[in-house]
């Protein structure tokens, strides 16, 4: 019997501690959104955009702008506009504006995301092509809260392979990462948000280049990241084109795709070797084709066109002197010795490396009406 009198002493205690601090949701700032960027005279601005739970506010939205010297500092100045406590643990998106990511070292400004306990690192990283003032109070009345719109359109987009999917995370792993340099996922405000395609940047983090939506599928091949799908539409150089419309333009996608990547160490320089396979199915065909006889030679004028297109952007990558695609990794991995010796100065290494590339195509089906 004293048994039971214990069990339920120690019961009603642990739920007398569960609400000794409790704090109500609507004493809490909840950041959803947290933005950086400097102003007209290089000050570092930071936003914050959170839900409102009052019921008596009209406005279910705050969005505040303030200028600070770091994102922790910003919290304190939030704090003393906010009639809440303000939290970071929930953040969902984290905008840079472009003029940060063109000033190298920008990257140490996320420090308090990873040293803060309570603050998380799941949230997906933006470069913002414009003012991220400007966007962090856009609300458009047929779309959702702005956060939840963006992180939806953020991973849609890259379920599409036309951007990167990159989490604070996985953007300190690949800032600490010699073998391979950071991309983030570009958006910009014209009108409408749209995902413009990846950001690549060098090792200290300054903007380099954007990749469109079709480059980035290429690097995302070339990153052995195979899930989700790889609509592509190009044109092929050796159809006729005599018309007023691109005739010479068909669309597929691959059911079946495989990467593989091998690296050597021969002259005093590395050299991988690139093959990719891919099953397609054509899903649009401008121009009139004997697909019953000629299948063969349509294969081989879309693969042709696949790895000139693949070569230009490996061509564009090693001109910049940046390897986002981490074949640093494979030289690591499989030529340790002579990675060793390049290592802190990889992009360097890479951009003198010769990379084969091969692409073999299958067509696995030519549509319905074929």
């Known amino acids: 019997m004293r048994h039971i009198y214990l069990f339920y002493l120690l019961l009603s205690l642990s739920v007398v501690s569960g609400c000794v601090d409790q704090t109500n949701i609507e004493d809490i700032s909840l950041s959803l959104m947290i933005g950086i960027d400097l102003d007209d005279n290089n000050n570092l601005v930071v936003s914050s955009s959170s839900p409102v739970f009052n019921k008596e506010a009209k406005q279910m939205e705050e969005n505040n702008v303030v200028q600070a010297f770091s994102?922790?500092?910003?919290?304190?100045?939030?704090?003393?506009?906010?009639?809440?406590?303000?939290?970071?643990?929930?953040?969902?998106?984290?905008?840079?504006?472009?003029?940060?990511?063109?000033?190298?070292?920008?990257?140490?400004?996320?420090?308090?995301?990873?040293?803060?306990?309570?603050?998380?690192?799941?949230?997906?990283?933006?470069?913002?092509?414009?003012?991220?003032?400007?966007?962090?109070?856009?609300?458009?009345?047929?779309?959702?809260?702005?956060?939840?719109?963006?992180?939806?359109?953020?991973?849609?987009?890259?379920?599409?392979?036309?951007?990167?999917?990159?989490?604070?995370?996985?953007?300190?792993?690949e800032f600490n990462e010699k073998g391979m340099s950071p991309c983030i996922t570009v958006l910009k405000k014209d009108g409408q948000i749209k995902i413009t395609g990846t950001a690549l940047l060098d090792r200290s983090g300054k903007y380099i280049m954007t990749l469109d939506a079709n480059e980035t599928?290429?690097?995302?091949?070339?990153?052995?990241?195979?899930?989700?799908?790889?609509?592509f539409t190009i044109r092929l150089p050796e159809q006729p084109n005599k018309g007023f419309f691109e005739e010479?333009?068909?669309?597929?996608?691959?059911?079946?795709?495989?990467?593989?990547?091998?690296?050597a160490f021969k002259d005093n320089g590395f050299i991988f070797d690139v093959q990719i396979k891919m099953g397609v199915v054509i899903t649009e065909r401008l121009f009139l084709?004997?697909?019953?006889?000629?299948?063969?030679?349509?294969?081989?004028?879309?693969?042709?066109?696949?790895?000139?297109?693949?070569?230009?952007?490996?061509?564009?990558?090693?001109?910049?002197?940046?390897?986002?695609?981490?074949?640093?990794?494979y030289a690591r991995a499989y030529e340790y010795s002579?990675?060793?010796?390049?290592?802190?100065?990889?992009?360097?290494?890479f951009s003198n490396a010769k990379v084969n590339v091969k692409v073999k195509v299958r067509i696995r089906a030519h549509g319905s009406t074929s």
């Not at 470069?127 to 939840?148: E, N, T, W, Y």
């Not at 010479?248 to 690296?263: A, D, E, G, R, W």
């Not at 002579?338 to 290494?349: I, N, P």
């Open 71 to 173: 994102l922790r500092q910003s919290r304190e100045q939030f704090d003393s506009m906010i009639t809440a406590l303000t939290s970071r643990g929930k953040v969902q998106v984290v905008l840079i504006g472009k003029r940060i990511v063109e000033h190298p070292g920008w990257f140490n400004l996320l420090d308090t995301f990873f040293r803060d306990g309570k603050n998380t690192t799941k949230s997906r990283v933006v470069l913002v092509d414009g003012s991220v003032a400007d966007l962090i109070k856009f609300a458009p009345a047929d779309k959702p809260r702005l956060p939840l719109y963006l992180l939806k359109l953020i991973d849609t987009a890259h379920k599409q392979n036309i951007t990167v999917k990159t989490s604070l995370q996985e953007l300190h792993r």
């Open 217 to 231: 599928k290429l690097l995302r091949i070339l990153q052995h990241e195979n899930h989700g799908t790889f609509p």
């Open 248 to 263: 010479n333009t068909m669309s597929f996608f691959p059911n079946i795709l495989k990467t593989k990547t091998k690296v």
């Open 289 to 329: 084709y004997d697909a019953k006889n000629k299948t063969p030679e349509l294969e081989k004028q879309i693969q042709e066109e696949l790895q000139t297109q693949i070569e230009q952007l490996l061509d564009k990558i090693q001109g910049a002197k940046i390897d986002p695609i981490g074949l640093g990794l």
């Open 338 to 349: 002579d990675w060793k010796k390049v290592a802190e100065s990889w992009d360097e290494a």
